[in-house]
């Protein structure tokens, strides 16, 4: 069992920054790929940004120019920089990773439990 553990969430004003962080634990043979979601009250969940184990990064429109992803060099944590924040960012946010638990196995998904994060005067 993969797990995740998001920490790095909280309240901040319009046009302030936070840094959310993901790390991974359990058993594993291989993290592919770590990413971040985040969900609004009466939205879906939506992507945000991923990185894949070759630090390939994709970004949500929404994202691009304010947000950045990274990893550790252990490629087990996870780390999103959020800069410029929008009330409209207001959301849980989810840490996913897309990894293999045995080798040559089938890619499975891992979620963490959510980061709250609230962008409000």
């Known amino acids: 069992q993969l797990r995740l553990v998001e920490s790095g969430g909280g309240l901040v004003q319009p046009g302030g920054s936070l840094r959310l962080s993901c790390v991974a634990s359990?058993?594993?043979?291989?993290?592919?790929?770590m990413g971040w979601y985040r969900q609004a009250p009466g939205k879906s969940r939506e992507l945000v940004a991923t990185?894949?184990?070759?630090?390939?990064?994709y970004y949500a429109d929404s994202a691009k120019g304010r947000f950045t992803i990274g990893r550790d060099f252990g490629r087990t944590k996870v780390w999103l920089q959020m800069i410029w924040l929008k009330p409209e960012d207001t959301a849980v946010y989810y840490c996913?990773?897309?990894?293999?638990?045995?080798?040559?196995?089938?890619?499975?998904?891992?979620w963490g439990q959510g980061t709250q994060v609230t962008v409000s005067s």
């Open positions: 996913n990773a897309k990894h293999r638990p045995t080798t040559g196995g089938e890619i499975a998904d891992a």
């Open positions: 359990g058993n594993m043979y291989s993290i592919e790929t």
């Open positions: 990185i894949t184990r070759g630090d390939e990064t």
